[in-house]
């Protein structure tokens, strides 16, 4: 399983970009898909996640302003990111909980990281 991420960029504050990324591979199922980033000095810090029903969590940091959604049909997830804060500058990473076979308990894979820049 691989998963491909998109979209990163440098924008200014107050606009928006919107991340894609893209699961490959041989798989039985999708669980769990989420959004991670991790800002210089600091530790990689979940930003949100949503379930394969389409139920959503957000990080209080971002609520309000970034949206995340997801196409099964694709096996992608998006992270649409608008009123951005030049705080919001990270690599950002994806993840998804995948199940390889029907009776294998789910695992963690993740994307390489994207940057994203929000310049004040």
């Known amino acids: 399983v691989q998963l491909q991420a998109y979209g990163g960029g440098l924008v200014q504050a107050g606009g928006s970009l919107r991340l894609s990324c893209a699961a490959f591979g041989m798989f039985f199922r999708i669980n769990d898909m989420g959004w991670y980033r991790q800002a210089p000095g600091n530790q990689r810090e979940l930003v949100a996640l949503?379930?394969?029903?389409?139920?959503?969590e957000y990080e209080n940091p971002v609520k309000g302003r970034f949206t995340i959604s997801r196409d099964n049909a694709k096996n992608t997830v998006y992270l649409q990111m608008n009123s951005l804060k030049p705080e919001d500058t990270a690599v950002y990473y994806c993840?998804?909980?995948?199940?390889?076979?029907?009776?294998?308990?789910?695992?963690?894979?993740w994307g390489h990281g994207t940057l994203v820049t929000v310049s004040s």
């Open positions: 993840a998804a909980d995948v199940k390889v076979t029907r009776y294998r308990v789910p695992g963690r894979y």
């Open positions: 949503v379930s394969s029903d389409g139920s959503t």
